[in-house]
């Protein structure tokens, strides 16, 4: 048997400094994004409903933040949520 040395390195290693071992890697990460997967690329009506769920996700992280920012500004200014029930023209906000 012969011995590899103390300076070369494994098999292994050597493979994942391989050209072939980074293009199948890139191949597997772009896999894994939803987005470039071949079938909602070719079908317009999933690639449609990807779109709308991604504005939909956008316009619910609009609306989060805005809720958010008037809590603060209610709790700073120590104001109610609500309006008086008595109260006949507009709330706080």
């Given at each position: 048997?012969?011995?590899?040395?103390?300076?070369?390195?494994?098999?292994?290693v050597v493979h994942f400094k391989s050209k072939s071992h980074?293009?199948?890697l890139e191949r597997y990460d772009n896999f894994l994004v939803q987005?470039?997967?071949?079938?909602?690329i070719l079908d317009?009506?999933?690639?449609q409903a990807e779109q709308q769920r991604e504005?939909?996700?956008k316009y619910n992280c609009t609306v989060v933040s805005t809720s958010i920012?008037?809590?603060?500004f209610l709790s700073r200014q120590s104001l109610a949520?609500?309006?008086?029930?008595?109260?006949?023209?507009?709330g706080i906000f």
């Open positions: 048997m012969k011995s590899r040395g103390k300076t070369k390195e494994s098999k292994l980074g293009a199948a987005k470039k997967h071949i079938d909602l317009s009506r999933r690639q504005a939909v996700f920012d008037v809590s603060r949520f609500r309006r008086h029930s008595g109260d006949e023209g507009e």
